[in-house]
């Protein structure tokens, strides 16, 4: 099997935004409670109650913004039960994740306390569902206002004397479902309302982002952009992958080619749903001011036998790192609309970066894709021209071969394929236009021979990048070996 592609190194196609690269991470099983808080009483090393081990991981990854408190969760927070001392801090029941205690011991000041820690933005996600415009408007004031007001003296009272940079917020999540089962009509007179109270103080400015589409709702996208476009920022999507349909998702351990297929067929269904929802957005929006914000994305498959149905724990293979990097390939294609995208969720909780286990923790296949394309990040996109090749199965196609290349702000060239073939090797020829020569080039690689290859407590190092040099160079011409399954990366001075 052979492919060629054509990458044109003095054509670029717009900046990559670097929030496409952005995180999640919800009040949802062991995502903050062990994977990120521990408390500063834990045995487990910690800086102000974070773990220090999963920080140093995710720090790594150079993450650009994450979306918290939720998620289903943020349509039932209420953000003034989680300041002040813990001890007194209201206890409540997660009814939409386990129905266990929630203690509140994570709140406001610890989540802007990871954002220092992890030098990220904060993206905050307000509550439409069951809370009121005055609770909105005054966690903005709590964590903004710079001035005499009773949320900034409530703030310095619990120990932040100056006020945050907070910059994204979203009004309402899931509002078509958990947050609030409206109709579109109905959402979009409550986003006019809400986002009016949600203020610009001094300097700091706010990108309003509303709730956006489930799937392939597009009826939601219109009525959005057409009653309340002037007054938004961004627009966000929800589109999980789960092989199996939403009753019946499937194992993430799952061995089975037709897994895969549909797998890699349903990835590719997001570049679909973007086309789609893009073209209603630029009916409104022709000069794409308003960002597609695609704030869940990943696989979603059944939970681990024996886990709490309700925490979402999944294992991470092979598969999930291709899917991690055929999801990119299609966020970078629409660089001009997709502003920011992030993924479900940081830590234990669906397609996670990281998986923990007392004081043990492990880096997915997940972790290492994201690693990898980090060098893409506010690069300028580079157009290419790829001759067809397919990967058949079961009587139907999809490409064999997914690429995207940038050129950073050193001149430095960067491609990444995802090779989704999961039996044949194929050898990918790379004509780079506009080169002269090629001075060094470097390339990583994840790949695997089982496809449901991952990393486990006692085998952390199972699937993980490795560096790569199986090619060819003549003139400005590489020839790649690729094996099955595989993410690669190319970096050329």
């Not at 992958?241 to 067929?265: C, R, Y």
């Not at 960002?291 to 709490?308: A, Q, R, Y």
């Not at 970078?332 to 969720?345: C, K, L, S, T």
Request: hydrophobic share 35%.
């Amino acid at each position: 099997m052979s492919v060629n592609v054509n990458v044109y190194t003095d054509f670029n196609k717009g900046k990559i935004s670097k929030h496409i690269y952005g995180h999640f991470s919800e009040h949802l099983g062991r995502c903050i409670y062990e994977g990120l808080w521990v408390g500063e009483d834990s045995t487990i090393p910690n800086t102000d109650g974070i773990r220090n081990d999963v920080l140093e991981a995710l720090k790594e990854l150079n993450i650009p913004v994450l979306r918290w408190p939720g998620g289903c969760f943020a349509d039932e927070y209420h953000w003034k039960d989680g300041i002040g001392p813990r001890e007194n801090r209201k206890r409540m029941v997660n009814t939409h994740w386990g129905g266990v205690v929630e203690n509140n011991h994570f709140g406001t000041h610890e989540f802007m306390r990871l954002c220092e820690l992890l030098d990220t933005e904060p993206y905050i996600c307000g509550n439409v569902g069951s809370g009121t415009i005055q609770e909105m408007s005054e966690w903005v004031e709590y964590m903004t206002f710079d001035g005499e007001s009773p949320m900034s003296a409530w703030r310095q009272k619990n120990g932040k004397k100056d006020p945050w940079k907070l910059k994204y917020f979203g009004v309402g999540n899931e509002n078509w479902g958990c947050g609030g089962n409206m109709r579109p009509e109905y959402y979009a007179d409550l986003y006019r309302r809400y986002q009016t109270y949600v203020r610009n103080y001094g300097d700091n400015k706010i990108y309003r982002i509303a709730g956006g589409a489930n799937v392939d709702d597009f009826n939601w996208t219109n009525v959005l952009m057409r009653e309340a476009a002037h007054l938004m920022d961004g627009l966000s999507l929800h589109y999980y992958v789960h092989p199996g349909g939403w009753l019946n998702k499937g194992s993430a351990l799952d061995p089975k080619e037709q897994t895969w297929f549909i797998t890699m067929q349903k990835s590719f269904h997001m570049d679909t749903l973007i086309s789609k929802h893009a073209t209603i957005m630029d009916k409104y929006d022709p000069e794409k001011r308003i960002g597609m914000i695609i704030d869940e994305w990943g696989t979603w498959f059944d939970v681990e036998p024996g886990t709490n149905p309700g925490f979402l724990f999944q294992q991470n293979t092979i598969r999930d790192a291709v899917v991690a990097g055929l999801h990119f390939n299609i966020f970078h294609e629409h660089n001009d609309r997709v502003h920011m995208a992030n993924i479900a969720q940081m830590v234990n909780v669906l397609q996670a970066m990281i998986l923990t286990e007392g004081d043990k923790i492990v880096k997915t296949p997940t972790y290492h894709v994201f690693n990898m394309y980090k060098v893409h990040q506010d690069a300028e996109r580079l157009a290419i021209k790829q001759a067809e090749d397919t990967y058949e199965f079961g009587g139907e196609t999809l490409p064999r071969v997914s690429t995207t290349a940038s050129k950073n702000s050193k001149g430095e060239i960067n491609i990444s394929l995802c090779h989704i073939d999961p039996s044949e090797e194929t050898t990918v020829s790379l004509n780079l236009q506009g080169l002269t020569e090629l001075n060094h080039v470097t390339g990583s690689i994840i790949t695997a021979s089982e496809l449901n290859a991952h990393n486990t407590f006692d085998q952390p190092h199972n699937v993980t990048a490795e560096a790569y040099s199986n090619f060819t160079q003549q003139g400005t011409t590489l020839t790649l070996t690729v094996p099955p399954a595989s993410v690669l990366t190319l970096t050329i001075s």
